[in-house]
């Protein structure tokens, strides 16, 4: 199973990706999906956007169990996670929530 809100995440985050590196020359984010929680017994799916440049990473969980709301957390790509993670209502989330994400966090990537 994934959850249901999986397929407009990944829409969003693409669209929000590619205005990213339109805009921005130095900001070229890397976008993962992943099921491995599942795989781990976790009824959750993850996504992550780095920066590959600055080693900042977005980190977007989707529960099962809070299925309307996105889980999400500023952090580095080579460091783990806190439990801090921040939440937002999907039905508030949209492309401009993402791109201001990726711009305001990613913006000093040079």
């Known amino acids: ?10 829409d969003l985050t693409s669209a929000s990706h590619a205005r990213i ?3 921005f020359e130095t900001i ?3 976008v993962s999906v992943s099921q491995k929680m ?3 017994g976790i ?3 993850a996504m992550t956007i780095d920066c590959l440049k600055s080693g900042k990473r977005i980190i977007i969980i989707l529960h099962d169990q809070q299925p309307d ?4 957390q500023f952090s ?5 996670p806190t439990d ?3 939440q937002i209502p999907f039905t508030e989330f949209s492309e401009a929530t993402i791109y201001a994400w990726m711009k305001d966090y990613f913006a000093n990537a040079d």
Not at 69 to 72: A, E, G, K, N, P
């Open 21 to 23: 590196q339109q805009d």
């Open 84 to 86: 801090d993670f921040e």
């Open 43 to 45: 009824p959750a799916d």
């Open 76 to 80: 580095f790509k080579d460091k783990d």
């Open 1 to 10: 199973m994934t959850h249901k809100h999986l397929k407009a995440l990944c």
């Open 38 to 40: 599942r795989a781990g």
């Open 28 to 30: 070229n984010p890397v």
């Open 69 to 72: 709301i996105l889980s999400y």
